[in-house]
């Protein structure tokens, strides 16, 4: 499914009385937060972000047009029209908890072992502010391409980006978006070492593709389109007088600063809420008018591809 097609997808779904529940507080719901563990965002929280953004997008210093125009759209998201914006952190809470539900069926009627993987390529990185119309498109492909190469049928999952800093500016400050996503453990096994391959450490001591067990927490699902974005600052290692590691953590999340966050937030917005959604061999369908997330095998979709580029008759 191209792009545009998911992005209306994904606002018919979101529009639709079927929908409406993932903008309030029922399931699913979940446990996220690695050193301080928190119930996943309530709705009064996530419109208590939205207008954080807004007032942060009118800030005398970050005010333009272009925001402004951001600022109004968020505002005016409410439960009679929503804004659908890549940027609305009550749009973005829905679409996640949509992703959650879905992808948490299918993995239940799936008999597979999965596996969540973390890809971090250099295809991922990004200037602030971007000019880019799709912040995704060149890591998507990156992406694909390895998965091909690797024979990886069905990854699920979505971008995340955030921003790197060196406490001591050892490298310049960047964007970099990750993938965060889900996929049958014993492809995710052997595909690791072509994986490992096409996206190689570079500098900085990060791992660039990282493969866990997927341990059946939503947030282990929920994560690929987290809607708080960090400031990943990478601290020098301490060693105690004996060259032993004290300090092992390497980086610490911090908030965007304000600027990165209206900057990241026009990026979002200009991309969609449907750029954010990595689905390989993976599609959202309507069933009796639910939304269903369904596999569909690698051959199929090229014939799916074939009969659409085939003219009516
Ligand atoms: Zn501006
Ligand atoms: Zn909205």
Redo the contacts with the bound molecule.
Sequence with gaps: MNKKKLDKLLSEILTSPWASELYEDGWPYWIQGQQHAKPSKWSHEAERDRNELVRRLRRPAIR?D??EKLAAKLEACSSIDRCLSGACPVCGRAAQKLFVKLTHALLRSDQRIYSTISIVPRKGRFTL?STKQDLFRRIRKAIEFACDDAGIDVLIGGFDPGVNEHINGAFAPHGQTQLWALGPQLQMISAEKILRKAFPAKGANRRTVRIEEFDGQLNGIAYALKSDFFRRVSIPKARDDDGNVLRRRDTRNRDLRVSQQCDLALALDRAGLGSRLFLRGAEIQMEDAEPRLTLVTRARTARMTKARDRPPS
């Design positions: 333009c272009e925001t502010p």
